[in-house]
């Protein structure tokens, strides 16, 4: 189930990444105001950064719950 929950936080970081930062490259890219979504970049990654980091530990209570119910029996 552990090995479960990895996967699934991969994929949804890696689905609310795509969909961030795809298009603000491409706004970055063809619209003249484009450059002043610079700015927002540094913020961007950061909550990206937070969004990993919160499902990582989403993803490693299911594998220490799993390690402790192992070491009862």
């Given amino acids: 189930m552990s090995r479960h929950r990895f996967v699934v936080a991969i994929s949804l970081w890696f689905l609310v990444a795509l969909g961030v930062i795809v298009p603000l ?3 970055i890219n063809n619209r003249d105001w484009g450059v ?3 700015l927002l970049v ?7 950064m937070r969004l990993g980091r919160l ?4 993803a490693n209570t299911a594998h ?3 390690a402790s119910d ?3 029996r």
């Fill in 55 to 58: 499902l990582e530990a989403w």
């Fill in 36 to 38: 002043a979504l610079m």
């Fill in 70 to 72: 192992s070491t009862l």
């Fill in 25 to 27: 490259v491409w706004l």
């Fill in 42 to 48: 540094p913020f961007i990654v950061y909550g990206l």
């Fill in 64 to 66: 220490r719950s799993s």
